[in-house]
C-alpha cells in the first residue's frame, strides 16, 4: 500500500524536562563503506555534545570489543558471518539488554533494513521507546523480504516514530503498512559542511588538480556495487573523450569495472583511487568540474555524496530514478538528470557541463545554497531531537 504525503514535521514538537539517552543499532561500525554506517556515524558525532548516545553493530570479525568514536561509544559484537547481507551476531541481543541498563537509555533507534537489529528490538521490555529510521525499502532481495515481512511489521507496528529522509521515501514505498500516517517523520539527512568545504580541503583539491592538468574532473564516489552504475558511467565516458573520470571507492564490481575500462580503450582516462578517507574524498570534491551519479535502482535512495559534492559547489548529474535521490537534486538548477541506465544521455549531460564554465559555476553556487537551506547536519541534529523528547512526552 502506498500512502501519499504521509509524514510530519517536526519544529513544534513538545519537549520532555530531562534530555533523552539513546541506543543505536547501526548495523555496522565502518563509516567508509558509505551507507547507514556512514549516517548513523555522522547522527551521532552531531548528537554526542548535547546527548548521552551509543551504537551497537555487528563486528567484522569474531570478536566483541568496544571503541570510541567522536564522543560516544562504538560497540560491535562479535560477529560469525554474513548471510544475504544480513550479520550473523547472537550476541546483540544480550549486549543490547546490558547496554540499556549500563546507560540508562530510554530510547532504541533502529535502522531499517536489518534483520539483526528487528530481532533485537522484539526481545526489549515494552518500555523501552523505539524510533526507526528507513533508509529504503528491500529492493533486490525479494525473497529475504518475504521471510523477514512478518517480523519487520511486529517492529514497525512498536515504533513510536519512523524517519524517513524524504517524502519521496514514504510515498512510493510498499512495505510500511504497520506505521500509520501520524508516526511518520521527514527529516532530511544533513551533512557537516565545513567537514567537506574548508581550507585544507580546498588546498588539498588544488593539489589534486595540480596534478592532473587542466583536463576536465568527473568524478564518482560511493561503493562500486551494481545499483551504484558505475558500468553505466563508464560507457559513457567512452563517448566524453575530453574528459578524465576518477572513482573512489570498492566494491563486488570492482575487477569487473576494471576490465570494462580496459575493454573500451579509455585506461588512461579513468583512475581508480580504492578506498579513500573522509579528507581525500573531500579534496576530489574540490579538485572535480562535475559529480555524476548514476544509480540505476530505487536501492539508491538519497545519495549523501551528492550532497558533499553540492556542498564543494560542484554540479550534479544524476538518474530519474523518481524518489528522494531527485528531490534533493533540483534538475536544470544545480544540476542535469538523466533516463536510468542511458550512457548516450548521461555523456550528453556532461559534455554540456564540460562546454559551458559559465553554467558549471552557476549550478555549483546553487547547489551549495540548496544544501545550506536544507541539508545541513545542525538542522538533521535539531529534528531528531525533538523526535527523541516528543515520543518520551507521548509515553
Known amino acids: 500500500m502506498r500512502t ?3 509524514y510530519h514535521a517536526t519544529e513544534s514538537m513538545p519537549t520532555a524536562s530531562v534530555r533523552p539517552t539513546v541506543l543505536h543499532l547501526g548495523r555496522f561500525a565502518d563509516p567508509k563503506a558509505g551507507g547507514i554506517p556512514r549516517h548513523v556515524s555522522q547522527l551521532l558525532s552531531s548528537l554526542a555534545p548535547r546527548i548521552r548516545v551509543a551504537n551497537l553493530v555487528a563486528s567484522r570479525d569474531a570478536r566483541t570489543h568496544e571503541t570510541s568514536e567522536n564522543g560516544y561509544p562504538v ?7 554474513l548471510m544475504a547481507g544480513t550479520a550473523i551476531a547472537p550476541r546483540m541481543i544480550p549486549l543490547a539488554h546490558q547496554l540499556l541498563r549500563r ?6 533507534h533502529l535502522h531499517f533494513p536489518d534483520p539483526l537489529s528487528m530481532l533485537v528490538a522484539l526481545s526489549l521490555p515494552r518500555t523501552v521507546h523505539l524510533v526507526a529510521t528507513w533508509h529504503s525499502d528491500v529492493v533486490r532481495q525479494k ?3 518475504r521471510l523477514i515481512q512478518p517480523l519487520m511489521h511486529r517492529v514497525l507496528a512498536r515504533t513510536s516514530a519512523l524517519i524517513g529522509a524524504t517524502r519521496a521515501l514514504f510515498d512510493t514505498s510498499e512495505q510500511l503498512d504497520a506505521v500509520p500516517a501520524e508516526r511518520r517523520h521527514v527529516i532530511p539527512y544533513g551533512i557537516n559542511v565545513d567537514g567537506v568545504d574548508n581550507p585544507a580541503s580546498r588546498a588539498a583539491g588544488e593539489r589534486l588538480r595540480a596534478g592532473l592538468g587542466a583536463t576536465p574532473i568527473i568524478l ?3 561503493r562500486q556495487v551494481g545499483y551504484k552504475g558505475f558500468d553505466v558511467l563508464i560507457e559513457a565516458m567512452a563517448l566524453v573523450p575530453q574528459a ?7 566494491g563486488d564490481q570492482t575487477a569487473a569495472l576494471k576490465r570494462q575500462v580496459a575493454a573500451l580503450g579509455i585506461g588512461e582516462r579513468v583512475i581508480f583511487t580504492g578506498e579513500v578517507d573522509d579528507a581525500e ?17 530505487r536501492a539508491e535512495t538519497f545519495g549523501l555524496v551528492q550532497l558533499e559534492a553540492m556542498s564543494c559547489a560542484k554540479p550534479v548529474v544524476v538518474t530519474r530514478l523518481g524518489n528522494g535521490v531527485n528531490e534533493v537534486h533540483a534538475d536544470g538548477i544545480n544540476g542535469l538528470s538523466v533516463p536510468v541506465r542511458d550512457p548516450g544521455a548521461l555523456a550528453r549531460a556532461l559534455q554540456r557541463l564540460i562546454a559551458d564554465a559559465g553554467l558549471r559555476h552557476a549550478m555549483g553556487q546553487a547547489s551549495r545554497e540548496r544544501v545550506l537551506q536544507q541539508y545541513t547536519i545542525e538542522q538533521m541534529r535539531d529534528a531528531t531531537l525533538a523526535i527523541y523528547e516528543s515520543v518520551r512526552v507521548a509515553r
Open 75 to 81: 560497540i560491535e559484537a562479535a560477529c560469525l558471518g
Open 4 to 6: 501519499s504525503g504521509a
Open 143 to 145: 525473497t529475504a523480504l
Open 244 to 250: 578524465r573520470l576518477v572513482l573512489c571507492g570498492r
Open 281 to 297: 574524498l573531500a579534496a576530489w570534491f574540490q579538485a572535480c568540474d562535475v559529480f555524476c551519479m548514476p544509480s540505476v535502482t
Open 103 to 108: 546507560l540508562n537509555a530510554d530510547i532504541v
Open 220 to 222: 564518482g564516489a560511493g
